[in-house]
């Protein structure tokens, strides 16, 4: 079976031959499932738990099923 990264900010299974895996300068690598959640991210310094389409903010407001 295939491993399957999770999204760094979204919280999504990323398909494999899709997203894009971020190395920062310590070693630490990030995934992301697309452009919009690496600007987010890297850019816009966003934290996952205050943008209300993440697996994050719905886990921690008990928003819909999560997982």
């Known amino acids: 079976m295939l ?3 999770k999204c760094t ?3 999504e299974s ?3 031959g899709t997203g894009t895996m971020y190395v920062l300068k310590d ?3 990030l995934w992301f ?9 890297l850019k816009l310094r966003r934290k996952p738990l205050k943008v209300k ?3 994050a903010f719905r ?7 999560h997982k």
């Open 14 to 16: 990323i398909k494999p």
């Open 27 to 29: 070693g630490k690598i």
């Open 53 to 55: 389409w993440t697996q």
């Open 59 to 65: 886990r921690e407001h008990k928003k819909g099923e």
């Open 3 to 5: 491993h399957m990264p």
């Open 9 to 11: 900010f979204s919280g």
């Open 33 to 41: 499932k697309n452009s919009k959640c690496m600007k987010n991210f």
